[in-house]
């Protein structure tokens, strides 16, 4: 399955990216890029030590908790965009985090030095080799690493359930593209996207709500 920033709103998480283009009141640039990093290290850090502070404040809702049961009876792969660790705490074994995620802490000199960190990040933080520490975040403009490995999973669904996502962020919503023939198709949102593909069956919910609907509908 494929979840995105609807299923965390319903905990209190907010959503990437307002209307007027803004996260949280900042230009997304500023705080969402490599950029941004460079121009300004103490904004971006503060940024995500808020972020990671409401993480840790919020739980799991019931679409969390629904989607944690649904291990019982089916093999659930998570691959989601949001940064938060709800579906961990929720109970989800399998959650391939696309974008990064809030609770952990990069080196910037070596990407292969990942920390756990669920405190702030603060300018002097170092990594093992000396390098400052930033956000695990895939920022605007760099690779998107573990997309190869959501590819795959895709590519082996026998059903595919895409929750919360508006299917706008590439390349997470050309994911959709290569399930295979047999790949039964499900979008669980209140707002469908209009360039749906047309196999796919419609479940107009929030999360917490349509899980329900769609385990009814696959049992």
């Avoid at 905990?11 to 890029?33: C, K, P, Q, Y």
């Avoid at 989607?67 to 940064?83: C, G, H, P, R, Y």
Wanted: net charge negative.
């Amino acid at each position: 399955m494929i979840s995105g920033a609807g299923i965390s709103a319903e905990s209190g998480i907010s959503t990437f990216r307002d209307s007027n283009g803004l996260w949280e009141n900042h230009d997304i640039m500023e705080v969402a890029s490599f950029e941004g990093w460079l121009k300004n290290q103490n904004l971006v850090l503060n940024f995500y030590n808020q972020r990671r502070s409401q993480v840790l404040q919020c739980q799991p809702n019931n679409g969390h908790l629904q989607l944690s049961a649904l291990e019982k009876m089916f093999d659930v792969q998570i691959i989601t965009q949001n940064v938060d660790d709800l579906h961990e705490r929720a109970g989800s074994s399998k959650v391939l985090h696309l974008h990064g995620e809030l609770l952990k802490a990069r080196s910037t000199q070596d990407d292969n030095l990942v920390y756990y960190w669920d405190k702030d990040i603060q300018i002097g933080d170092l990594c093992e080799k000396g390098s400052q520490l930033r956000p695990h975040i895939v920022w605007f403009g760099e690779l998107v690493p573990l997309l190869d490995k959501a590819l795959e999973l895709v590519q082996e669904a026998d059903i595919l359930l895409v929750v919360g996502t508006s299917l706008l962020v590439y390349p997470a919503a050309s994911l959709i593209h290569y399930t295979p023939a047999h790949c039964e198709k499900y979008i669980l949102d209140p707002n469908i996207p209009d360039n749906l593909p047309k196999k796919f069956k419609v479940i107009k919910e929030k999360a917490s709500i349509g899980i329900e609907q769609f385990k009814a509908q696959v049992l």
